[in-house]
């Protein structure tokens, strides 16, 4: 099992992008099939160990075992172990990622490596107990070797959006209390303070709103304002 040389080009990715690729390696399996039975990667960087949730190992775009974490007890690895049921990688090429949710870690990095050649069990499919030891560009796999670009995530952002469970409706003069506008806001990556929002609104017949009030989960923020 030879993997080609790993990608080292650094890259950047936001706190909240799912199914993330934080590894991956093109590997060429020759002579004969082999069973890949377990799989352990090294995390290091500056981001907290959870800020990566539902790593999962796949194979040529398939799953095939996860979700797992990082296990920060364990020299912060995270293991996937397929037990009874190893994955048949025949002879050929294959790409095996591991891929995982970014939650968290504003301007944090993190990277992931295979720390010993024993952390990839690929059994010989011919001859049951007998593992083939993965190399990189033909030289032993090493975590010099395998370690995988750096991931910086990004500063911390919010996005708005029109909640989908608000109705428009048309408000007549001399109303009180009427809602006019109702939104979803989602922070990633961090806590995000709001100082400032600033609305629009189309007016038909009524030139003016007044005592506009803005609820946040319920509650009242700020004053009222005249528009």
């Known amino acids: 099992v030879n993997f080609n040389t790993i990608t080292t080009t650094n890259t950047t990715v936001d706190a909240g992008t799912q199914a993330y690729n934080v590894w991956s390696g093109t590997a060429s ?14 995390f290091v960087g500056s ?14 775009g398939s799953k095939v075992a996860g979700p797992a974490m ?16 190893p994955y048949l990688v025949r002879t050929g090429s294959h790409t095996i990622e591991v891929r995982g949710d970014i939650v968290k870690g504003s301007n944090r990095t993190m990277t992931f490596s295979v720390e010993n050649v024993a952390d990839l069990m690929f059994e ?24 995988y670009r750096t991931i910086t995530v990004n ?5 708005v959006n029109v909640d989908p469970a608000f109705v428009a409706n048309k408000v007549t003069g001399g109303a009180t209390n009427v809602p ?8 990633y990556g961090e806590d995000v303070k709001v100082n400032t929002l600033q ?5 038909g017949t009524i030139t003016t709103l007044n005592n506009v009030s803005l609820f946040v989960n319920g509650a009242q923020v700020g004053t009222n304002q005249n528009y």
Do not use: H
């Open 199 to 203: 609305l629009a609104f189309t007016l």
């Open 47 to 60: 981001a907290p160990v959870d800020a990566l949730a539902n790593l999962s190992l796949y194979v040529d």
């Open 124 to 147: 010989d499919s011919n001859l049951m107990g007998v593992n083939v030891s993965a190399t990189v560009a033909t030289l032993p796999l090493s975590q010099g070797n395998s370690t």
């Open 180 to 187: 006019v506008g109702q939104f979803t806001m989602k922070a």
């Open 29 to 42: 399996v020759s002579t004969r099939d082999v069973n890949l039975k377990a799989a352990t990667f090294k």
């Open 155 to 159: 500063s911390g952002s919010v996005t």
């Open 70 to 85: 990082i296990n920060a007890a364990n020299n912060n690895k995270v293991t996937f172990d397929l037990g009874a049921t």
